[in-house]
């Protein structure tokens, strides 16, 4: 049976090479399996033509935005994120000969990989804080998984009572904005919440402290006498340990550097840049607790319940979920190193 549709560019030359060899239209058909019709064709056009090549790439619209003009675009993305498809389409078309719609446009970005998202809320980093963060990485850049297996992470948190589901979408008629199952509820401040101080390190977690009130220098004196001291001798008693905290300010007042000078002899505190809790492999943890606290069967209804809810998820975190944290901090500096500084992805 013949071939049915066009013939490539290598079996149109098969053809014309069959029919030039002396074959005749019958002959070259049995040889190559093509109808009669199709050798006949071929041989005709290469004649009269000389053509070899099928044309079949040629065939449907011409693209409007070339691989040059993809580039345009891609360059005009990159000036401005948050430019509309209009305002793409309106500076793409300037100095350009062909003008393109903004249908084309939005497929031409969806081609190339583009599509139109929420972005990410972040601290805005000051430029100085920018600089800082660089420095960190580099001199940190070829600290080892062994080097951060020495460092103790802490840092506080809070977590409410009630917590916003985000945005939420219900169906309901233009008469039912106000029935009561067409609504959702509000509490002030989130019905309260519950702070606490937590710490760990690859070892082992450490422990977590509840604050029932605002967090002062002299209670963070207290934590730190009561429980990171003496975390930091027991963990590391050849005094090669270092202790990560924020700059808080209650971390950085003078009672607190001068109880620190007072044992740097016994672990060293490590030199943490402002604005960066996308390096600290505690905000993970914090995210964990957060995720099973939503994912309880019985919420908690008070305060009390939520305390003992958020120390039980702690006790029971598992050792592979933290030590992998750790483990992923040359990669964090890695990401800083490449932003320039900027703000990276938790």
Known sequence: MGKKGDLSNFERGMVVGARRAGLSISQSAQLLGFS?????????????????????Q????????????????????????????????????????QSICDATT???????????????????????????RLQFARAHQNWTVED?????????????????DGRVRIWRKQNENMDPSCLVTTVQAGGGGVMVWGMFSWHTLGPLVPIGHRLNATAYLSIV??????????????????????????????????WFLE?????????????????????HLWDVVERELRALDVHPTNLHQ???????????????????????????????????????QY
Not at 36 to 56: L, N, P
């Open 36 to 56: 009669h019709t199709t050798i006949s064709r071929v041989y005709k056009e290469w004649c009269e033509k000389g053509k070899t090549s099928s044309m079949r």
């Open 263 to 283: 044992h740097d002899n016994e672990f060293t505190v490590l030199k943490w840049p402002p604005q960066s809790p996308d390096l600290n492999p505690i905000e």
């Open 148 to 164: 951060w297996k020495n460092v103790a992470w802490s840092v506080e948190s809070r977590f409410l009572l009630r917590q916003s």
């Open 225 to 258: 006498s009561d429980h990171v001291y003496p975390f930091k001798t027991t963990m590391y008693p050849s005094s090669d340990g270092y202790f990560q905290q924020d700059n808080a300010p209650c971390h950085k007042a003078r009672i607190i550097s001068n």
């Open 58 to 97: 040629s065939c449907g619209r011409k693209c409007l935005v070339d691989a040059r003009g993809q580039r345009r675009m891609g360059r005009l993305i990159q000036a401005d994120r948050r430019a509309t498809f209009t305002e793409i389409t309106t500076r793409y078309n300037r100095g350009m000969q």
């Open 306 to 344: 939520l305390q003992d809810a958020i120390v039980s998820i702690w006790a029971n975190m598992s050792k592979e979920c933290f030590q992998h944290l750790v483990e992923s901090m040359p990669c964090k500096i890695e990401a800083v190193l490449k932003a320039k500084g900027g703000q990276t």
């Open 106 to 132: 939005r497929t031409t970005l969806r081609h190339m990989g583009y599509n139109s998202r929420r972005p990410h809320w972040v601290p805005l980093i000051s430029t100085t804080n920018r600089k800082k």
